[in-house]
């Protein structure tokens, strides 16, 4: 099955969690058939409803503590992607019954914010240590090195991460995976653009994450907001 992504990476307002762990993983993990339910929530060409988006929590939850799973103990930990959708989409109902088919698939609510046209769809994350290394900004640790290739030989993952270099005007990498995988080019690029010519600052540099700090406030919703 040749996937169509309509993902556009490069949206600012994507968080973290989205570019690092779920773009990711729905192409690693996931059945064909619900990757491509999620990038049917997308919209195309000429279409104008919002762009999904992936959240950590939801203040408004009943249900889920994310600060609880965090002090439970490794495997009693369950972390939940709340996946923000449009349901002006219209293939919101068919995309929404082919996720309700995914071992992943927890559960699809409205907001309860009565002029709201958005919902929330909460699936399970696979990797759930990898939730507490973003959370404490140690991205370059959520995938290992033998991992690096499973991610850069996915035709999915390399579609949706490869964008236009508008300078070299190629194809290049999206930013995110040079993050993850603290690449020498992303470390050169940073060097000639702050203009560092001291050893011991690019060592500094060197020693860091190639991103700022984790906000969870950002990344955390509250659906009875939204609208």
């Known amino acids: 099955m ?4 309509y993902t556009d990476i490069t949206d600012p307002l994507l968080t973290k969690l989205a570019k690092y762990m779920f773009f990711i ?4 993990y ?6 491509q339910a999620f990038e049917d929530l997308q919209p195309r060409i000429g279409e104008t409803f919002d762009p999904i988006n992936v959240y950590i929590a939801d203040t ?20 939940m992607y709340h996946v923000l959708v449009d349901t002006t989409n219209p ?3 068919e995309s929404l019954d082919t996720l309700k088919t995914a071992y992943s698939f927890v559960d699809c609510y409205q907001c309860q914010n009565s002029k709201s046209d958005k919902a929330i769809i909460r699936q399970k994350v696979v990797v759930k240590r990898r939730v507490v290394q973003l959370l404490e900004s140690r991205y370059s640790e959520m995938y290992a090195e033998r991992e690096y290739k499973t991610i850069l030989n996915n035709v999915d993952v390399t579609k949706r991460f490869t964008i236009w270099d508008k300078e070299t005007k190629k194809d290049v990498l999206d930013k995110s995976l040079h ?17 560092l010519t001291d050893d011991d600052t690019r060592e500094i540099l060197s020693g860091n994450e190639f ?12 659906s009875k907001e939204l609208v």
């Open 25 to 28: 993983e729905i192409s690693i």
């Open 60 to 79: 408004n939850s009943k249900d889920y503590d994310l600060q609880e799973n965090l002090d439970n103990d490794q495997d009693d930990q369950i972390f």
């Open 91 to 93: 293939r919101f109902k």
């Open 211 to 222: 991103d700022t700090k984790y906000d969870l406030k950002k990344e955390t919703i509250n």
């Open 30 to 35: 996931e059945r064909n058939i619900i990757e």
């Open 179 to 195: 993050v993850l995988m603290k690449s020498q080019e992303l470390f050169d690029k940073m060097v000639n653009d702050l203009g």
């Open 2 to 5: 040749d996937k169509k992504i």
